[in-house]
């Protein structure tokens, strides 16, 4: 199969808006393998970027190698993310070799361990897929890497339902991309075609993959809990920040959770999703974000549902309306996290009253340890440490306490990611980007022109006891203890 009967394939098949060229490089016709990286998209079911690897490697008649890895430099890294990431990967292990996909994993303790494992493997493939999410340094990672090696390397969307490449520009607002996602989204609600690779591995193949890599894949299919946790123990990580022990980790786990949410919540969730102190929200950002679960999954399972209408909307609308307004916003936009980023009339109002007195200070300690004087926010800043997530519209409000709160905007903005990307377990996603600069004026109007607020939208504490019951909610998170 020569290059050109590949790029026409391509060309012609579905994958197209989700596949990215990285490098422009061609393939390497000598090439032992075709590679896919998994980074974000860490499942074997419904992955497209495996899908394409597959397909690849099916056509040039070759083998597949999975390579998954986890080193300490990722932002916050702590004891929470990686015990997360490696208890999902033991699972991704046993999948993989059920499904007859070659698949390895490798630990990178510390900074000093070999950090050019990919490298390597990338000397001998023929062609590297990879995933493609513009957060968690992932794209900035895989754009490094597709110029140092010497074979072409694609990146490919698993993450969205509507291929991120149908939208070639960072949209307004819910209003503009809501009609666009609709149109596209039973086309592109089919389900990924799960097989394995025709090629199996070779012993002499896999011979050069163990050479190339020269560290030992961690054996995580008959890893206990207790080894799992001796290695996240032994990583050069933030040990303060525990796991989540009552969030189980993986695919097997995020399916149960997404029955449980049509079963026994879907139906109520239009009228219901706001009250914060029962939480009638789907629980499953955490798995979409480390790709454990598809949204295609999610949505077809919420659309074949017996729930009401009403509430399948909703909570459809939020799936892909809100969380695919979010990747967009991160895909489109250079330095989709900063200040600078924000629309023009929101600069504005952010120079006119930057220097506002704020009546109530505090300090980052003082938010991270919950030592405010607002009940409310104090229990939604113990869910986040303590169980990784915030529920939905507490987060909200958690988000504009701090505008209010932090010395400047820019400090508020820093604090915000620096708490969340810290502690919930869906930091760092694109979804967490959009929450945040939502708070700060993203994909809303002028709401007049108030101290501190300026044309912000403003949204108060003392007011949430319209929403749900506060007190509820507080006396649910008040133990302090939680913060240890």
Same mark, same amino acid.
């Given at each position: @199969? ?18 990215? +060229? @990285?490098n422009?490089?061609? /393939?390497?016709?000598?090439g ?35 390579h ?5 430099? #990722? ?20 999948? %993989? ?5 070659? #698949?390895?994993f ?13 490298d390597?493997?990338?000397e ?5 897929? /990879?995933?493609?999410?513009p ?6 990672? /895989? ?42 989204r ?36 008959? @890893?206990?809990?207790?080894?799992i ?23 097997? =786990?995020?399916?149960?959770r ?8 879907l139906? #109520?969730y ?6 914060? %102190? ?5 629980h ?10 598809? =949204? ?14 009403? +509430? ?24 989709? +996290? ?21 009546p109530?200070?505090?300090t ?29 519209? %507490?987060? @909200? ?10 010395? /400047? ?37 002028s ?20 929403k ?14 939680s913060?240890?």
């Amino acid at each position: @199969m020569t290059l050109h009967a590949l790029d026409s394939d391509f060309v012609r098949d579905q994958l197209v808006p989700r596949t990215t +060229d @990285m490098n422009g490089k061609r /393939t390497l016709p000598d090439g032992a393998y075709v590679l896919y990286w998994m980074q974000s998209t860490q499942r074997v079911h419904e992955n497209w970027a495996l899908r394409a690897a597959i397909r690849a490697a099916d056509k040039v008649n070759k083998p597949l190698v999975i390579h998954q890895g986890l080193d300490p430099t #990722y932002p916050h890294a702590s004891d929470r993310h990686s015990h997360h990431i490696l208890h999902a990967a033991r699972e991704t292990s046993t999948c %993989a070799e059920q499904a007859g996909l070659p #698949y390895q994993f490798v630990l990178r303790r510390t900074r000093d361990d070999d950090r050019r494992v990919v490298d390597r493997l990338a000397e001998h493939a023929f062609l590297v897929v /990879t995933d493609r999410f513009p957060t968690a340094g992932v794209d900035e990672r /895989t754009r490094r890497f597709a110029e140092r090696v010497g074979c072409r390397v694609l990146a490919v969307d698993s993450a969205c339902i509507v291929p991120s490449g149908v939208l070639q520009k960072a949209e307004w607002a819910a209003r503009t991309i809501r009609p666009k996602l609709a149109k596209l989204r039973d086309l592109s609600l089919e389900p990924v075609e799960d097989r394995a690779p025709r090629v199996a591995l070779s012993t002499d193949v896999r011979a050069m993959v163990d050479e190339a890599r020269r560290v030992d894949a961690l054996a995580l299919a008959g @890893m206990s809990d207790t080894e799992i946790a001796q290695a996240v123990s032994a990583c050069d990580i933030d040990h303060r920040v525990a796991p989540v022990l009552d969030f189980v980790p993986g695919a097997a =786990a995020a399916a149960e959770r997404l029955r449980v949410f049509i079963h026994e919540r879907l139906p #109520y969730y239009n009228a219901r999703r706001n009250e914060a %102190a029962d939480d009638f929200t789907s629980h499953l950002s955490p798995d979409l974000h480390y790709g454990h679960i598809a =949204a295609a999954d999610v949505v077809r399972a919420a659309l074949a549902s017996a729930a009401p209408a009403e +509430d399948v909307q909703a909570f459809v609308d939020q799936v892909l309306t809100w969380r695919e307004l979010s990747y967009n916003w991160c895909l489109h936009t250079p330095n989709f +996290d900063q200040l600078a980023a924000l629309p023009d009339w929101i600069q504005r109002t952010m120079r006119a009253h930057d220097d506002d007195p704020r009546p109530e200070q505090y300090t980052l300690e003082e938010l991270d340890e919950a030592r405010t004087g607002d009940p409310l926010w104090n229990a939604a800043q113990r869910q986040l440490v303590r169980s990784g997530v915030i529920h939905n519209y %507490a987060r @909200m409000l958690w988000g504009k306490q701090i505008v209010r709160w932090a010395p /400047t905007y820019e400090d508020a903005r820093a604090w915000m990611f620096h708490l969340n990307d810290r502690y919930a377990l869906d930091g760092r996603d694109p979804n967490s980007v959009g929450g945040i600069m939502w708070c700060l004026g993203l994909w809303d109007r002028s709401w007049g022109n108030k101290p501190i607020w300026g044309g912000l939208r403003p949204m108060l504490t003392s007011r949430a006891v319209k929403k749900f019951d506060v007190g509820r909610y507080v006396r649910k998170w008040s133990d302090v203890s939680s913060l240890a």
